[in-house]
C-alpha cells in the first residue's frame, strides 16, 4: 500500500467537528516527514529580511503537535541565518491538491549550530542529505560557473561544520479543506491553552 492511499483513507470526507482539523493537519505532516510523494513534504517557509519578505521551499525534516514545532535544514552560511537572527518571525505553508487541504502555520524560528539538535539531526541524515553540505562557498555566493559547484566525493563527515538546525515553533495553525459542497476553514491558536474556531473559508 502506498503512503498517499493509506493516509487518504485515514483523512475524513467531511469535517464536523473542528478537532477533526487538528488531528487530519497531525496525520498529514507526520507522514509528509519521510513521504516525499505528499507536497506536504516541501513546504514554503517565509521569513522577514530587511522589511522584506522572503519564501523558499524546504524538506521537512520533522513534525511535533505536542511540542508545537517543526524542524528543517539548512547551511549554517546561508544569509538567511542572519535574517532569522534579527527577526525570527516565520510562516510555514503546504498544499496538496490532492488531498484539496492547505496548513499554514504562524510562528519563529530558532538557529541550531553544533548543538545537541544538530548532532542528533546530523546522525539522523541519509549520506545523500549530508552530501549537500561539504559544496565549497556556501549558498547564495555569487559564483560564474555552477559547475565547479557540484558535489564531489570527499569526507561528507565535514559538512557537520555548515549543517544547521532550523526549529519553527508555532502558536496558530490553520487549516483549509477545500469541497464543493462547502469549503471548512478552522483556526487554532495557543495562548494559555489551545483556542480552535472556524472561520470564513
Ligand atoms: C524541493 C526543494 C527542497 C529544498 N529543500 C531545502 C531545505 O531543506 N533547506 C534549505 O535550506 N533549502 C532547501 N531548498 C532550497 C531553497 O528553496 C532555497 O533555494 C535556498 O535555501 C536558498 O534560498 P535563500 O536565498 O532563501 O537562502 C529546497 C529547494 C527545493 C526546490
Known amino acids: 500500500m502506498s503512503f498517499k492511499n493509506s493516509l487518504e483513507a485515514e483523512l475524513p470526507e467531511e469535517y464536523h467537528e473542528i478537532s477533526q482539523t487538528l488531528q ?5 505532516l507526520s507522514n509528509a516527514v519521510d513521504n516525499a510523494k505528499t507536497l506536504f513534504h516541501t513546504l514554503a517557509v517565509s521569513s522577514i529580511d530587511n522589511n522584506q519578505v522572503a519564501t523558499r521551499i524546504m524538506v521537512l525534516r520533522e513534525f511535533n503537535l505536542k511540542e508545537r514545532y517543526l524542524r528543517f535544514h539548512t547551511d ?4 538567511k541565518i542572519d535574517h532569522y537572527k534579527n527577526n525570527n518571525s516565520a510562516s510555514v505553508l503546504g498544499y496538496d491538491p490532492k488531498l484539496k487541504i492547505q496548513i499554514k502555520f504562524q510562528g519563529t524560528i530558532s538557529v541550531h549550530y553544533q548543538d545537541y539538535l544538530t548532532r542528533a539531526a546530523w546522525e539522523g541524515s541519509s549520506t545523500r542529505s549530508k552530501k549537500c553540505y561539504s ?10 560557473d555552477p559547475k565547479e559547484y557540484d558535489l564531489k566525493d570527499g569526507n561528507i563527515e565535514d559538512g557537520y561544520m555548515n549543517f544547521a538546525v532550523l526549529k519553527f515553533s508555532f502558536d496558530r495553525l490553520e487549516f483549509l ?5 462547502g469549503h471548512r476553514r478552522a483556526l487554532h491558536s495557543w495562548k494559555k491553552g489551545l483556542e480552535s474556531t472556524w472561520l470564513v473559508p
Open 76 to 79: 549554517y552560511r546561508a544569509a
Open 135 to 144: 559544496v565549497k562557498g556556501g549558498s547564495t555566493l555569487k559564483i560564474s
Open 177 to 181: 479543506h477545500l469541497k464543493s459542497s
Open 24 to 28: 487530519s493537519a497531525d496525520l498529514i
